[in-house]
């Protein structure tokens, strides 16, 4: 994290930059401590084979958005969430699907370019932040945010605070073993991991396994492979397919497992669910539900809502990231 500190004159409302770094392209905004996005704006990631081009077009690109904000006069501070973002020292380590290697001082030298404080963290951690400040978790100060997407991102919040643990890696759920010697990850080589099986990805290969192995009728073997996806089996479910609701129970039952596992060691008032998964409804909520609860121990069942997040889809990575401006005061 950069130590910079910003000069905002005290008749001049405040705003956030929000950053959120990803594989294929790079979101960015201008938001108010209420979480309004005043300007947005969305840039290549992929393109850059080194990080200090990216560090050039990201400049002049944000620049634009801060005059059209009112100057930098006005912002207090940079948020950044990004792939093995890593809260304390402001750095990406290893990140598997960026395309600079090894361990990038990212905070540095965005600090430096702007010349503004920025505070950096994994992508999932910024999403649980934004959630606590902006959207359903507002109040709590114990909850799990899960993130399902093209893997599982976690973020959990107890006692009012993030947990970081003693390297800034902590909370990821995502890579927690459910199945010992299950399906292998083909990012770390693990087997059996929650992401494997709960993520859009999984649900894709679970569909493809079940396919193979079942001979009852389906919609989903008229869906060409490369178009065979959570959504491909999520409009079969809604037609009926009794198949495509077996994969989303099967996933579910996995996914409420993990749950278990996560509310038997933090004991959240909510777990929050964020991702495209999360639009095949009750397909998967349901089965996610029943898992959890049949596999807490008493003093932890009918405890826990699961709900699903309140930020816009299209904002979320821009609020998770900027409400770590706020966070640091």
């Given at each position: 994290?950069?130590?910079?500190?910003?000069?905002?004159?005290?008749?001049?409302?405040p705003?956030?930059?929000?950053?959120?770094?990803?594989g294929?392209?790079?979101?960015?905004?201008?938001?108010?401590?209420?979480?309004?996005?005043?300007?947005?704006?969305?840039?290549?990631?992929?393109?850059?084979?080194?990080?200090n081009?990216?560090?050039?077009?990201?400049?002049?690109?944000?620049?634009?958005?801060?005059?059209?904000?009112?100057?930098?006069?006005?912002?207090?501070?940079?948020?950044?969430?990004?792939?093995?973002?890593?809260?304390?020292?402001?750095?990406?380590?290893?990140?598997?699907?960026?395309?600079?290697?090894?361990?990038?001082?990212?905070?540095?030298?965005?600090?430096?370019?702007?010349?503004?404080?920025?505070?950096?963290?994994?992508?999932?951690?910024?999403?649980?932040?934004?959630?606590?400040?902006?959207?359903?978790?507002?109040?709590?100060?114990?909850?799990?945010?899960?993130?399902?997407?093209?893997?599982?991102?976690?973020?959990?919040?107890?006692?009012?605070?993030?947990?970081?643990?003693?390297?800034?890696?902590?909370?990821?759920?995502?890579?927690?073993?459910?199945?010992?010697?299950?399906?292998?990850?083909?990012?770390?080589?693990?087997?059996?991991s929650?992401e494997?099986?709960?993520?859009?990805?999984?649900?894709?290969?679970?569909?493809?396994?079940?396919?193979?192995?079942?001979?009852?009728?389906?919609?989903?073997?008229?869906?060409?492979?490369?178009?065979?996806?959570?959504?491909?089996?999520?409009?079969?479910?809604?037609?009926?397919?009794?198949?495509?609701?077996?994969?989303f129970?099967?996933?579910?039952?996995?996914?409420?497992?993990?749950?278990?596992?996560?509310?038997?060691?933090?004991s959240?008032?909510?777990?929050?669910?964020?991702?495209?998964?999360?639009k095949?409804?009750?397909?998967?909520?349901?089965?996610?539900?029943?898992?959890?609860e049949?596999?807490?121990?008493?003093?932890?069942?009918?405890?826990?809502?699961?709900?699903?997040?309140?930020?816009?889809?299209?904002h979320?990575?821009?609020?998770?990231?900027?409400?770590?401006?706020?966070?640091?005061?």
């Open positions: 994290m950069a130590k910079k500190k910003a000069h905002i004159p005290p008749n001049v409302t705003l956030a930059i929000g950053i959120d770094i990803g294929t392209g790079t979101k960015y905004g201008i938001v108010d401590r209420d979480g309004n996005v005043l300007f947005s704006a969305e840039m290549s990631t992929k393109k850059h084979k080194t990080v081009t990216f560090i050039d077009e990201l400049h002049q690109v944000v620049s634009e958005v801060i005059d059209k904000a009112g100057g930098v006069g006005r912002i207090k501070g940079i948020g950044v969430g990004a792939p093995n973002g890593n809260y304390y020292t402001g750095t990406i380590e290893y990140a598997p699907n960026l395309p600079w290697e090894g361990v990038i001082p990212l905070a540095k030298l965005l600090s430096d370019k702007f010349q503004l404080p920025v505070t950096l963290t994994n992508d999932a951690n910024a999403a649980a932040i934004g959630e606590m400040m902006y959207g359903a978790a507002k109040g709590m100060k114990d909850f799990i945010m899960i993130t399902l997407g093209t893997g599982v991102g976690s973020g959990i919040v107890a006692n009012g605070h993030l947990i970081y643990g003693h390297d800034g890696f902590a909370g990821e759920l995502g890579h927690t073993i459910v199945i010992p010697d299950g399906r292998i990850h083909a990012g770390t080589g693990k087997k059996g929650l494997s099986y709960a993520s859009a990805t999984g649900v894709r290969l679970t569909a493809i396994e079940f396919l193979e192995k079942s001979k009852k009728p389906s919609l989903l073997k008229k869906v060409p492979a490369e178009m065979l996806d959570s959504k491909a089996v999520y409009d079969a479910a809604i037609e009926g397919d009794e198949l495509a609701k077996e994969i129970n099967y996933t579910g039952r996995i996914l409420g497992i993990a749950l278990a596992n996560a509310v038997m060691t933090t959240p008032e909510a777990i929050i669910l964020f991702g495209g998964l999360t095949s409804g009750d397909f998967i909520l349901k089965p996610t539900r029943d898992s959890m049949d596999n807490l121990i008493q003093v932890f069942q009918n405890k826990v809502r699961i709900l699903i997040s309140h930020l816009k889809e299209a979320a990575a821009i609020l998770g990231a900027s409400a770590l401006v706020w966070e640091r005061e």
